[in-house]
């Protein structure tokens, strides 16, 4: 117990001393472990699922692969939920981390930690909403997926609430971003999932009423860079632009106007793309290449020198409907409102084929080892392999709920949740 | 003499540590409750609930009474603090202090929020409080309780013989502050034979005057400040899109004061509309108008812009907005500018608003006669 002296004086001394020798400690350990940091934070980060549509924001699932054969056994544990969410899970090590929102008004909201192993519950933070909750019936609070640094986790929310924690659930900062910019909503509701991009938290908050887009810094939560977006509902998420010849990654900021590449230190658009894109599903970034959901599918190939991007191929017959278009084996693959999947080249933009799913779908599938796990509106699980001239289901499962978020995967097993459980499936 | 010297310096001890005990906690809740938009003060307020959750539980009530003086913002710092002290002690296998709590819950001059925070703490440990606690809350500052007590009374009145449910029926009404528990009601009072006044239970403003078309082309008469914006007067004249345009009386019916101008008028397409209406109170006081429409809008009370919003036809509910404002007493005008846009799709078509007079539990507060003093209606009867 201090006195207040002691506070200001002693203490005081005291801290700056304990503060010296942990710099001290630090910057030995730091130069110690700093050459093995690289390896080390590369094999962690692999193993994790940090954000919407994982690391690298192109919803492929790296390391050990998901078990394609999905059945009741191979369902690792299943848990109960305190509120709803289209949210999807992000993994970091161990931990598992997931939103939610409930009550009425959908004002409550949850950040939910689980053990990745057994599937207990950590911890739980709750929260009020501090900006407008209102949502098309079919959405709610908790839409938007978290974003993970690997040390703290950012929680955002339909009202625009954005929650930075510590790993134990202690609150970083709190930014109130619908109650600072009270225009900036959508009586449908926001889905728009932020990204971590180096130190930014990269947010689009974009609405027929008011849009803008952010970089948020990772660790003070203060606003690194605001621009001005165009002002129109918009529902799509952030993507990114990997680190590439020596160039830092971009994020890439999608509207109907088209898609931005912007710096995520400093909110500078590096280039633009101006042919319009849709406001729903995302774009996605496989090696190297950037599909974009505009006028069917449009893909660019980035400039070397970093500034510029060269249009590659258009494909009319590859609309994606709400969950945004993925690749794997050389394909590209888009779900459209019927429930259909089709196959593209991603060379040509080339249609190749259609495998009918039961649709609808609103979450994007992952891609694991060449498969694509994918949940319907309904709950049903379908694992396809893409195959050059055709799909093939290699397994189906039925989870009777509505799912509706955009599954996660790591460490060979994959995530998913409904409004009231959360799933993981694991090679039995 | 050296005993009682050892005692006044323990005493005097305990009373200082205790002192500086309270100062502490005090800074740290000051600490929080200063945190800004914007992240400004955050790391204070970090460094503030750590502070208090090295203190432990003796902390639990201090950070709930400063939830009366947090803004939103900062009652989240508080409700993290609260959680964290409230986590460590279930970690450490330690009941909550069950009777402070509990006594913090009804204290209904305390932050709704903090009190409802309390109590689903305590229903953790003892599910029973529920019974206890909730049966008394039909009119509580908090709508989560109201919402809670009104669906207790629901439960009754399902499992009642039919000619013994109506009284159980009415008086969940009298603290329902929420659609889908008063349609429910509605319509087992309906069913029951007797009426019901949604738009008096709710508090909607049904009697307007509405004047216009003005023109709204491209939607470029949202940022127009057309006659009416500055000035208002009953017996006006002025040029309309479509010819002279004057105030004309128009009210609404419907059970949740919808009114439709699609409908009653014309769904003049570009076009905008101003509807006005005078809301009289007893004293100067704060509430709320909740507001509903599809189309573009802007508010005014009493000559001031309160809020606007250039959104149209993306969904529309009850309560869609709420803005809080500050009414005098006597008459308040209030005065509506509502915008259609040329959208052709079928469901781009609706052109309608619902306001409401309510406190921040939703509840109607009576628009009271000139020379009456009237208390809110949710306290009582509807």
Known sequence: MLNISMKSGLAGILRNRL?????????????IIGMAAPMLQQNSIAADWRQFRGNDVNSIATGTPLPTELSGESIAWKTELPGRGLSGPIIVGSRLFLTASSGYTQDRLHVLCFDTASGKQLWERQFNATGRTNCHEKMCNATPTMTSDGERVYAFYSSNDLICLD?????????????????????????????VVGTTVVVQVESDAEAFACGVDTVSGETKWQIDRPRAANWTSPGMLPAANGKPALALLQSSKGLAAVDPDTGTIVWNFEKGASTIPSSTVVDGQIIIPSSGLTTLKPGEDGISFQEVWNSGNLSPSTPSPVVANGMTFTLNSAGALTAGSVQSGERLWQLRLKGPFCGTPVVSAGHLFVFNEGGQAFVVKPEQDKGIIVSELDLSETILCSPAAADGAL????????WKFAKP | ???????????????????????????????????????????????????????????????????????????????????????????????????????????????????????????????????????????????????????????QAAAAPEATSLPLYQKALSGAVHKDQVDTIAAAIRKAGSEINIQNHFGFLADWKVIGPFDNKEEKGFDVAYPPETELREDAEYDGQLGKVSWKP?????????????????????????????????????LELRLGTPNAWKLWVNGKMVFGREEYHRGTEMDQYKIPVQLKAGSNTILLKICQNEQTQDWAQSYHFQIRVCDATGAAVSNAPKTAQTEPAAKGTN
């Open chain 1, 19 to 31: 503060d010296s020798s942990i710099r001290i400690l630090g910057l030995t350990a730091g130069i």
């Open chain 1, 167 to 195: 790993m134990d659930g202690q609150l970083q900062w709190f930014r109130g971003l619908g109650s600072e910019f009270p225009n900036a909503s959508n009586s449908l509701g926001m889905s728009s999932s932020p990204i």
């Open chain 1, 415 to 422: 995530y998913v949740r409904s409004d009231g459980h959360l």
């Open chain 2, 1 to 155: 003499m050296l005993w009682k010297s050892v005692v006044a310096a323990a005493v005097t001890s305990v009373l200082l540590s205790t002192v500086t005990f309270a100062d502490e906690v005090a800074d740290a809740i000051k600490t929080i409750q200063s945190v800004q938009p914007a992240s400004k003060g955050t790391a204070d307020a970090r460094r503030a609930v750590s502070a208090l959750a090295r203190g432990g539980a003796k902390n639990l009530i201090p950070v709930l009474q400063g939830f009366r003086s947090a803004s939103p913002l900062a009652a989240n710092w508080l409700r993290n603090a609260f959680d964290n002290l409230a986590s460590a002690e279930a970690a450490a296998g330690r009941k909550l202090p069950e009777q402070p709590l509990t006594s913090f819950v009804r204290d209904t001059q305390e932050s709704p929020v903090a009190r409802r925070l309390a109590y689903e703490w305590l229903l953790k440990q003892n599910p029973e409080l529920k019974t206890q606690l909730i049966p008394g809350m039909l009119l509580d500052p908090s709508a989560e309780f109201r919402r809670d007590a009104v669906a207790m009374l629901l439960e």
């Open chain 2, 250 to 286: 128009v009210n609404t019916e419907d059970d949740y004061g919808i009114l439709d101008i699609a409908k009653k008028i014309q769904n003049y397409k570009g076009s905008v509309m101003y509807a006005s209406t005078t809301w009289t109170s007893d004293k100067d006081r704060q």
